[in-house]
């Protein structure tokens, strides 16, 4: 499989007056073609830093990244032709109504007139958008114009898609419309590159996941195989009135907080629910999922604050 | 202009502002220079206000981005962008062509208040300085983190290019000494070739202009316009290093 995105030994440092923010150091991946890839980390990781490289809004420090076969450095023409971008918390031009915008968007990249309508009317459908196809988008709700901003990129006929956080601020209602988009680019074969905070959201849409952290690749591969790094396949999660040295008699043992997480084989993890239930401990029990792979990783959750002033805010 | 209006006022509010107090202050004397200083002042800030709506749509709303990745190159949209900014001009033009109607007659053969030739002089000097104001909108505003940094930039390039060179006034008002330093703003020059256009027909001029020879006027506008221009192209960020 062909790779859309590949990046090697890329780093990023903002200079500023009287300093310097290192926002990427030495990051190598790729992204497979026809692929959704999550970027995932906490704010301040990298992550924008990462998209607005491999989209031609930002130039790398050191290391390469090719998109497309084309190098970001020096061939970003070739590239911006067949890319369609939804910055972080980009908001959509508010003179216009929701339909003019996303043909106006397609018409500017080149499309005539009768396909850009054509691809504005579905993707106002597909996104619960037809009601407000008419409103100047001043008028609509935050969470209406994140979706106007991902229905424009979504109608182009770019082969590959930067979605930075396309889905903060949305309702679940609103949020499964948008994934269900991103989808049908999947289907499409388009590629897709997805940062996000929600691990549920990359879990649900990415098959393939790189993890950043303070600037630095933790961890990339397929969902799959990022799973697999936690080899007992469920969790359970218990409060602190178990004693750890008790827990470990079924699996391996975390600390969190006033929680315990226990990661078990099956039978083990239904014994330890029992155990808990039956001295009326608060307990859950559930598949491994990637925030138990982040949180083995680095060792704390995502949401938890980050650990200094974002760098790309910085930039 | 769609949902509210009355910007299309905000244009021609400070150009005639300008012109009733010059009028005031000189007892109906510089009503000529005024209202063809009024054009200049109008296509002037038109041209340099981009800078605020380029800073808007790139910080705030990050659309800046959006085109950036996308086939669309830089100059398609700062014309596009000074294009839209110049409609907010037309009221403001509209308003200064017709006093100037009111002020002077017309000259044959048109009638017109403007011969063909002063017409064509005010149409290219008022088009030189939405230009080369245009590609310094832009230069500036591409080094912007934040759109109240316009705030300082726009009334500052107001004062160095309108308020204080000969735009309203001739250049005869400032005292000889210190003449030389009204040739230091491009629109001395446009001024200049607007008031040719106008006074070269027309009585009602309170002074001829005397000193720019109008090919020098010319080749300073054009001249600047090209850097500027190419500033724009090599100097702007577009794209962030």
């Known amino acids: 499989m062909a790779d859309a995105v590949s990046s090697r030994h890329l780093s990023k440092t903002y200079a500023y007056r009287g300093g310097s923010t290192v926002a990427l150091e030495d990051v190598s991946f790729d992204i497979p073609a026809g692929e959704t890839f999550g970027l995932i980390g906490r704010n301040g990781a990298g992550k924008t830093t990462f998209l607005r490289i491999a989209a031609t809004q930002l130039l790398p420090t050191a290391g390469t990244v090719t998109v497309l076969g084309y190098d970001v450095a020096h061939e970003e023409r070739q590239i911006r032709s067949r890319i369609a971008v939804v910055p972080q918390e980009s908001r959509p031009l508010y003179f216009a109504n929701t339909e003019e915008l996303i043909v106006w968007y397609l018409r500017l990249r080149g499309m005539d007139r ?202 | 202009m769609r949902t509210q209006p009355l910007y299309l006022l905000n244009t021609v509010a400070s150009p005639l502002a300008f012109l009733f107090f010059v009028v005031v202050a000189s007892r109906g004397a510089l009503l000529s220079y005024g209202i063809l200083g009024g054009m200049i002042l109008t296509v002037l800030t038109t041209g340099t206000g981009i800078q605020s709506d380029l800073v808007h749509y790139k910080q705030d709303m990050k659309f800046q981005d959006v085109v950036v990745s996308s086939p669309v190159e830089a100059p398609i949209y700062v014309a596009g962008i000074a294009l ?105 020059y446009a001024a200049d070739l607007v008031h040719r256009a106008v006074c070269g027909v027309h009585s009602a001029c309170y002074e001829a202009p005397s000193l720019a020879a109008a090919g020098v006027d010319w080749a300073v506008l054009l001249g600047l316009t090209a850097v500027l221009f190419f500033l724009a192209a090599t100097k702007a960020r577009w794209r962030e290093p």
């Not at chain 1, 315990?260 to 039956?278: G, M, P």
């Not at chain 2, 930039?153 to 160095?160: D, E, G, K």
């Open chain 1, 114 to 315: 009768r396909e850009s309508r054509r691809r504005a009317n579905g993707v106002l459908e597909e996104l619960g958008l037809e009601d407000v196809r008419r409103r100047l988008v001043s008028r609509l709700s935050g969470g209406q114009r994140r979706r106007v901003m991902a229905a424009m990129v979504l109608a182009s006929d770019a082969d590959l898609l930067f979605l930075d956080e396309p889905t903060t601020g949305l309702d679940p209602f609103a949020r499964r419309e948008v994934w269900g988009a991103i989808q049908r680019a999947n289907r499409e074969r388009r590629t897709v590159l997805l940062t996000t905070h929600y691990l549920d959201e990359a879990e649900a849409l990415s098959s393939h996941l790189a993890l950043l952290e303070g600037g630095h690749l933790v961890v990339s591969g397929t969902r799959e195989a990022l799973r697999a790094r936690i080899q007992l396949p469920y969790r359970v999660t218990v409060d602190g009135t178990t004693g750890a040295e008790e827990l470990s008699r079924y699996g391996t043992v975390s600390g969190f907080g006033d929680l315990r997480l226990v990661f078990a084989r099956e039978r083990e993890a239904r014994e330890l629910a029992q155990l808990a239930l039956a001295r009326g401990a608060r307990l859950s029990l559930a598949p491994v999922s990637l925030e138990d792979v982040f949180l083995q990783l680095v060792g704390r959750p995502l949401d938890e604050g980050p650990e200094a002033e974002s760098a790309e805010g910085a930039a």
């Open chain 2, 84 to 188: 839209s900014e110049f409609v907010y001009a037309v009221p403001g033009l509209v308003v200064f062509l017709l006093l100037s109607a009111v002020r002077f007659p017309g000259v044959p053969p048109t009638g017109f208040v403007y011969s063909l030739g002063g017409a064509a002089t005010l149409f290219g000097a008022l088009l030189l300085v939405w230009a080369f104001a245009s590609a310094l909108g832009f230069t500036i505003a591409t080094y912007f983190q934040d759109i109240r940094e316009t705030f300082v930039f726009s009334p500052l390039i107001s004062l160095i290019m309108t308020t204080l060179p000969p735009v309203y006034y001739p250049i005869s008002s400032i005292p000889a000494s210190i003449r030389w330093a009204a040739y230091l703003s491009p629109t001395t």
